[in-house]
């Protein structure tokens, strides 16, 4: 039985007097109304009213439970209210200022469509930590290692003049005695100044013979100037490549990956959102995979 329901039908037929109006008044056809209250009467096992032919008149057990009633309906009705409230409260969701303006407002588009009200915040990694920390956002997209990673993407090196191979590989940037010229840097962005990405790089730098100041952090539009006025490098996206008109090969010596998963504030249970606008999250990275089910969204 639906007890809201038939506490509905009993509530509006008492304080309108008959199943006629009463049932009109709470939405009902009289015959469903019937049907309710003679449901419930048969569950309290009671009479909540006296019927004629004319009025529906409160027994005194109807009277005794009327006010009850009145509260489970009221209770009900704050319910849906909330729910309602809650379907169309923006999702705060922090996410990696690389993405581009389109790919953000199409992801927003998407996520209109599976009636999801995104609130994005744009930061670089550890902010985006902070602020699911901070509860400032109910998820974050947080910057992890590739096999830890609900979505991960390719990086590789990308330079203003196209290299004429298949790879770069770093060992070619080493300045011998003879080289002219200042030595070719490599550039990281905030997004992959990370210990998972940059400490390898950091690695095979050394193990290659670069020099430390051929390995250089700063913003992307920074980098991306030294990158268009020498034969710098960055590191980067294929996706950010072609935003930056740059010519985009895999490193010869490794493989790097960016990788994301979904993290939750207290407040937020970001699996269905995962589920709903997985893909639409991966287009938006420019990344090849998203999270399967409950991958990625840790409590």
Do not use: K
Not at 91 to 117: F, K, N, Q
Not at 137 to 158: F, I, K, N, Q, Y
Not at 249 to 260: D, H, M, N, T, V
Request: proline share 7%; with cysteine.
């Amino acid at each position: 039985m639906d007890l809201v329901g038939a506490c509905r039908a009993f509530v509006s037929v008492g304080e309108y007097g008959g199943f006629t109006v009463g049932a009109a008044a709470a939405g009902m056809a009289q015959s469903v109304a019937s049907r309710r209250v003679a449901a419930l009467e048969e569950r309290l096992g009671e009479q909540l009213f006296e019927r004629t032919t004319r009025r529906a008149v409160l027994t005194p057990f109807g009277r005794d439970l009327l006010p009850a009633a009145r509260r489970l309906v009221r209770a009900a009705d704050e319910l849906l209210h909330e729910a309602e409230d809650a379907r169309h409260r923006p999702w705060r969701l922090a996410m990696p200022d690389v993405c581009s303006t389109a790919a953000l407002a199409r992801l927003i588009a998407e996520a209109r469509d599976h009636g999801i009200t995104l609130d994005l915040r744009l930061a670089p990694p550890t902010r985006r930590a902070e602020l699911v920390l901070a509860q400032q956002v109910r998820a974050a997209l947080l910057a992890v290692p590739a096999d830890e990673a609900g979505w991960s993407l390719p990086l590789g090196l990308a330079g203003a003049r196209d290299p004429g191979v298949r790879r770069v590989y770093l060992e070619t940037l080493r300045l011998g005695r003879a080289s002219p010229g200042p030595a070719r840097r490599v550039w990281i962005q905030p997004e992959d100044d990370v210990p998972h990405l940059r400490d390898p790089l950091t690695r095979l730098c050394e193990a290659v013979g670069l020099r430390p100041v051929q390995l250089a952090a700063a913003e992307l539009t920074t980098a991306a100037a030294e990158v268009y006025r020498s034969g710098d490098l960055l590191l980067c996206s294929p996706a950010q490549a072609g935003e930056l008109a740059l010519h985009w090969r895999p490193i010869g010596e490794i493989a790097l990956r960016r990788g994301f998963a979904l993290a939750a504030s207290a407040d937020g249970n970001p699996q269905h959102l995962a589920a709903r606008l997985g893909d639409a999250v991966a287009r938006c990275l420019g990344a090849d995979a998203r999270p399967a089910a409950g991958e990625g969204a840790p409590a």
